[in-house]
């Protein structure tokens, strides 16, 4: 997939050792729900080998360089969960936003996820913000692990249900 800046590609294993810097960032990984610390290209590689089916992952590319990953895991109701990080050196320049745009618009029209949630940590107001920019709705409080922390801590649940004009284009092609 292509966006003006950016390029999202399937992760491949090559990507690990990125991965493991940009994600092994005490600041990206104590944010995430399954990136632990100290993050190792081993434990890189053991994540990029373990995707599932059901898992759509996309490498964010800006300037031919990995600095991010955002994706989502189909649940078998037609809802996604939708996860994004991008690498320190990177924030506040929009790529999150515009990557998750482009994976979630590939989301509806060609996977037939008919909703997206996706969550933050409460203490998160950057992704606060992506989400917000992205359409989502406010649905709830809730907590969920965090592996760089190992401990619950608490999240802000959001939602965003597929456009009746992508689900018209979505069952036409």
């Known amino acids: ?10 992760v491949v294993y090559g990507d690990a050792a990125r991965i493991a810097v940009l994600a092994g960032d005490w600041d990206v990984a104590s944010m995430t729900g399954r990136i632990p610390y100290p993050y190792s290209e081993d434990a890189a590689h053991h994540w990029v080998s373990g995707l599932v089916e ?30 994004y990080w991008i690498g320190k050196p990177y924030w506040s320049r929009g790529f999150a936003t515009e990557a998750a745009s ?15 949630l996706c969550k933050h940590l409460a203490e998160n107001p950057a992704s606060a913000r992506v989400i917000r920019k992205l359409g989502f709705r406010y649905i709830g409080n809730g907590s ?9 801590l608490p999240t802000l649940t959001y939602e965003r249900r597929r456009p009746w004009t992508m689900s018209i284009r979505a069952l036409a092609s």
């Open 54 to 83: 059901r898992e759509e992952v996309f490498g964010i590319e800006y300037q031919s360089e990995l600095i991010g990953i955002c994706g989502f895991t189909r649940h078998p109701n037609g809802d996604a969960e939708l996860g």
């Open 102 to 116: 482009a994976v979630m618009t590939y989301g509806f029209t060609k996977t037939g996820v008919r909703r997206f």
């Open 1 to 10: 997939m292509q966006t003006a800046r950016l390029h999202l590609r399937p």
């Open 144 to 152: 969920g692990w965090c592996e760089a922390r190992q401990c619950e």
